[in-house]
């Protein structure tokens, strides 16, 4: 565990801000840590420091290196958020910008360009009470060498062939896993059910994977999904929508 974060954490959460399912996953991890009183512990990882020997132009649609790279940023914001604040600082900035990217009426409109942003950034800070200055951080290669170090210790808990997000039960030593990718947000009533269906798999010691690529379009309206919509099914690879055969 290191110096920035809670004395007590009952999850660990890493985190891309821009990564979809991290976002919905989250968003179910936080139903569960309401009604469970559980204390979440929020890290990173950078999907583009994790892609960075990867051909982008091959391996995922055009504008993926964009968007990943305006995570990169937005996570130098939240490095230097939290080593000025305190770990406390991290939930709160995170639900800012994600559900600015994905829930927010005019998400389908933003660019990664606009993502990276300052213009984007300094006003959610504010949102989430944080100075605006912290935004300085968004070119400051400086934060890369931490988010770096977080990103392989999510893997070395995993392995090196998953994504976004990784959850660990119970740390700094118990099970951690890629996932849960989920599409769409559970109903209260069955937000705890779906933890503790989650959680007694992986009690399992030789529970390594479970999985399939068809996925619904996440609900999220930069997607294109309201609220009380579920999604139409497509095929993902590699956190992508895998082009049909």
């Not at 007590?8 to 139903?31: E, G, H, L, N």
Request: aromatic share 10%; glycine share 8%; net charge negative.
């Amino acid at each position: 565990m290191t110096a920035a974060s809670p004395a007590r954490a009952d999850i660990s959460f890493w985190f891309d801000p821009v990564c979809p399912f991290a976002w919905i996953t989250s968003k179910w991890v936080r139903q569960v840590s309401a009604q469970r009183d559980y204390t979440v512990d929020w890290r990173f990882i950078s999907l583009r420091l994790l892609n960075a020997g990867i051909d982008y132009g091959t391996h995922f649609p055009p504008g993926y290196e964009e968007g990943h790279a305006a995570g990169l940023r937005l996570l130098r914001v939240a490095a230097r958020a939290r080593a000025e604040h305190g770990a406390q600082a991290v939930g709160p900035l995170y639900e800012a910008f994600s559900s600015e990217i994905f829930d927010s009426p005019g998400a389908r409109q933003l660019t990664p360009q606009v993502r990276g942003s300052r213009q984007f950034a300094a006003p959610l800070l504010e949102q989430a009470g944080l100075p605006a200055e912290l935004a300085d951080a968004l070119d400051d290669t400086g934060w890369d060498a931490e988010i770096q170090a977080e990103t392989d210790h999510a893997l070395s808990l995993t392995g090196s062939d998953v994504g976004t997000p990784i959850v660990q039960f119970q740390p700094p030593d118990g099970i951690a896993f890629f996932g849960p990718v989920i599409s769409r947000l559970p109903a209260e009533h069955d937000a705890v059910r779906l933890w503790d269906h989650v959680v007694g798999l992986t009690t399992f010691p030789g529970f390594a994977e479970l999985k399939r690529s068809l996925r619904e379009r996440p609900q999220l309206r930069s997607f294109g999904v309201d609220p009380d919509e579920a999604g139409i099914e497509e095929d993902w690879h590699g956190g992508s929508v895998h082009p049909p055969r």
